[in-house]
C-alpha cells in the first residue's frame, strides 16, 4: 500500500499483470537494471503522493479498470454507499432462474463413480472457470466429496502455477481459447453435461465471451434437469463497486481489516494481513452455498444463481467475529516477538516472517504429523507432503478424498470422459 496526498493508505494491487498499472500511473514497464524492490516502491510512491485517493481511485478503476482500493476503517466502509448496498447480505446468495422449469432432480449416476453415503458427490460434473484462490477452493472442496471437476484455462491468460500443488487436486485441466469459435462450442458441450459451473473472473468477462449466468442457464433450459451457477468477485453483486476487479488485498483494505491490522501493531497506517484468509474462507462459503443449491434443485426443481464474494465474507468476519479482546492480541503478539509489518510490506515479505516465528513458536500445535499426509498425483508422477482433509466424519462415514491428482494446465482434452476415474482425459 502507497501513502496518498491527503494521507491515506491506498492499495494499487496491479493484479497479476501490472503493466496498466504502470501505464495508468505514468511510469515505466521497466527500470534500470540495478533496480530492487525498495527502488520500485519508492517510485510508485513518488507518484501517489501527489494524488489525492479519491482522484487515485477513479484513476485505477474507472479508467485503467485496474484494481485499487483506499484502506477503509470498517464503520467508513460500512457507512459508504456500497456499504449500505451490501449490508443486508450474509456469507452468500442463492436465487432461482425464474425462467427455468426443469422437474427436481439430482445429477446422472455413473456407473463407474457412483455416488454413495460415504463419496456423496460421486458422479457430480462441475465446469471450473476460475483462477488464483477464492474460486479455485470453490471446486476443490466438492472435488473432495467426490464431485468430478474440469478445469478451463487458456494458454494465452496467466496463471499462478505456485497455487497447483494446493488447489488444483481433483481436478482435471484443459486448454481452451474463448476467441475461438470452436473452442467456445467445446465449453458449451461441457457445461450441457455438467451439473454446477463455477466463475471467478471479472464481473462480465464470461459475458463478453457468451458464457454469463443467463447464457448458462439458456444452454441446459431444454434438458430435463437445472443447472447450478455460482460467480464470484471481490466487492459484492451490489452497489456502485460491483462491477471493480479485485483481489484478497483489496478486499482486507476495503472492509477496514487491514486498517484494524495495522493499528493492532501500534500504526496509524493500513498494513495487508499476512495470509490469504479472506480468499480461502469465501471459497469455503462457496461450496457450502453450491451444496445447498443442489438440495433445492433436489427438492423444486428449475436452476440457481450463487453468488459469493470476498467481501461479503470480510463484512461478515468485521461485525459477527470482531478483533481479538486486547489481552488475548496482546498474548499471542508478545509472545512471537510482537513483529511489526508496514504498510509498504507484501506478502512477499511478511508470510517467510511469519511462517519461520509459527515454526519457532507453534509447531507442537499447529504442525503435528497427524495433520498432514503423502499424497501422490499419477498426472505429474510425484508424491507432496499436504494438509489432511479437515473434515473428518466419525468411522469415516463420508470419505473426504479426491479423484484424480493435482497437475499443470492444458493437461488434458475438453471432454467428459465416460470413465470419471481416469487420472488424464484424452481422446
Avoid at 485505477?60 to 448496498?85: I, M, P, R
Wanted: charged letters at 25%; proline letters at 5%.
Amino acid at each position: 500500500m502507497y501513502k496518498t496526498k491527503d494521507g491515506r493508505c491506498y492499495e494499487v494491487h496491479g493484479g497479476i499483470n501490472p503493466d496498466p498499472t504502470l501505464k495508468a500511473l505514468g511510469l515505466p514497464e521497466d527500470g534500470p537494471v540495478d533496480d530492487n524492490y525498495e527502488t520500485v516502491f519508492q517510485r510508485i510512491q513518488a507518484v501517489v503522493s501527489q494524488m489525492d485517493s479519491k482522484d487515485l481511485d477513479e484513476l485505477l478503476n474507472e479508467k485503467a479498470k485496474q484494481s485499487g482500493t483506499v484502506a477503509w476503517s470498517s464503520d467508513e466502509y460500512f457507512a459508504s454507499e456500497h456499504g449500505q448496498a451490501n449490508s443486508k447480505v450474509g456469507l452468500f446468495e442463492i436465487e432461482k432462474d425464474n425462467k427455468s422449469s426443469q422437474p427436481a432432480s439430482w445429477w446422472p449416476e455413473n456407473n463407474k463413480l457412483p455416488s454413495s453415503t460415504r463419496r456423496p458427490l460421486a458422479g457430480l460434473k462441475i465446469v471450473d472457470l476460475t483462477r488464483i484462490i477464492a474460486a479455485p477452493v470453490v471446486s476443490r472442496d466438492l472435488a473432495e466429496m467426490g464431485a468430478s471437476v474440469m478445469r478451463v484455462t487458456s494458454a494465452n491468460i496467466t496463471d499462478m502455477s505456485s497455487l497447483h500443488p494446493d488447489l488444483n487436486w481433483g481436478k482435471w485441466n484443459c486448454h481452451l481459447d474463448l476467441t475461438k469459435d470452436e473452442d467456445k462450442e467445446k465449453l458449451r458441450a461441457l457445461i450441457r453435461d455438467a451439473d454446477v459451473v463455477v466463475d471467478g473472473y471479472r464481473p462480465g468477462a464470461m459475458e463478453k465471451h457468451g458464457f454469463g449466468r443467463q447464457d448458462i442457464f439458456d444452454l441446459v433450459k431444454d434438458r430435463q434437469r437445472g443447472i447450478i451457477h455460482l460467480r464470484e468477485n471481490c466487492y459484492g453483486w451490489h452497489g456502485p463497486w460491483q462491477k471493480r476487479g479485485g483481489w484478497q488485498q483489496i478486499s482486507d483494505a476495503c472492509c477496514g481489516v487491514s486498517l484494524a491490522y495495522g493499528k493492532a501493531m501500534g500504526l496509524d497506517e493500513a498494513v495487508t494481513p499476512v495470509f490469504p484468509n479472506s480468499d480461502y474462507c469465501a471459497g469455503v462459503c462457496g461450496s457450502t452455498a453450491v451444496l445447498d443449491a443442489l438440495m433445492r434443485r433436489a427438492e423444486h426443481g428449475g436452476s440457481y444463481g450463487v453468488d459469493i464474494s470476498l467481501n461479503y465474507y470480510s463484512q461478515w468476519l468485521v461485525r459477527s467475529c470482531g478483533t481479538y479482546p486486547e489481552p488475548v492480541w496482546k498474548e499471542v503478539w508478545e509472545r512471537h516477538g510482537s513483529p511489526v509489518f508496514r504498510h509498504f510490506h507484501t506478502m512477499a515479505h511478511t508470510v517467510p516472517i511469519m511462517s519461520k516465528l509459527l515454526q519457532e513458536h507453534d509447531s507442537k500445535t499447529l504442525f503435528q504429523p497427524q495433520f498432514f499426509e503423502m499424497r501422490t498425483s499419477k498426472a505429474v508422477d510425484g508424491t507432496f507432503w499436504v494438509v489432511k482433509p479437515v473434515l473428518q466424519f466419525h468411522n469415516n462415514a463420508v470419505e473426504m478424498r479426491y479423484n484424480v491428482g493435482t497437475r499443470g494446465n492444458g493437461v488434458d482434452e475438453p471432454i467428459w470422459p465416460t470413465d470419471l476415474t481416469v487420472e488424464v482425459v484424452k481422446k
